[in-house]
């Protein structure tokens, strides 16, 4: 299973490609001229966010304050720019995992690719799966950064019904709470 491995890349960023409601996800890491882009989901862009805010807030508390966990993004590491070009999908992301290590005191971010063999139950599971693997490490300030911006790149898509959560479309929205009628009283 190769792995595309970053320490402390120049950008680590997710990013979106397309309109609300047709986007395509991805993270992207640049070292100098080399750009590595992995296709995932919004939902997984949410949770990877989240879960790195609660993790870095851990790190923070169990070390009295001590750790060098910044509380909030600093302001020189917001990235707003959009994802460098072209963006070639180098695989898309099934599977990811997150750590902190407190040696060199920085975040691993883990994206796998989709392991197609798992999902065979013909087929007995391999010792070493298939696919490739992405690998960042990064700082806790990069950290904060990446996933501010993926928080904000996740609320900017459609607004949800105030009904069922689903997103409204501009050309309608049939609400299954609604069973597809609109109820006046």
């Known amino acids: 299973m190769p792995v595309i491995s970053y320490d402390l890349p120049d950008r680590f ?12 996800f991805y993270l992207q890491a640049r070292a100098g001229n080399r750009v590595t882009s992995v296709g995932l989901e ?7 966010a989240e879960r790195m ?21 600093p ?22 995992a997150l750590a902190w290590d407190p040696e060199d005191e920085r975040i691993i971010v883990e994206a796998a690719e989709n392991d197609p063999t798992l999902l065979d139950p013909e087929e007995p599971p391999e010792a070493e799966p298939e696919g490739d693997t992405l690998r960042v490490s990064i700082t806790a300030a990069q950290a904060r950064a990446f996933a501010d911006r993926a928080l904000r790149l996740v609320a900017a898509g459609r607004p949800p019904c105030p009904l069922c959560g689903l997103p409204l479309d501009a050309t309608g929205h049939v609400c299954p709470r609604q069973n597809g009628h ?3 009283i």
């Open 13 to 24: 960023v997710v990013g979106t490609v397309g309109a609300p409601g047709q986007r395509a």
């Open 42 to 48: 919004k939902f997984q862009v949410g949770l990877l």
């Open 53 to 73: 805010e609660e993790l870095l807030d851990e790190v923070l508390r169990r070390s009295g304050g001590a750790a060098p966990v910044p509380a909030v993004a």
């Open 75 to 96: 302001e020189s590491l917001h990235d707003d720019s959009p994802l460098d070009q072209p963006v070639e999908e180098e695989f898309r992301v099934g599977s990811m």
């Open 182 to 184: 609109l109820r006046t």
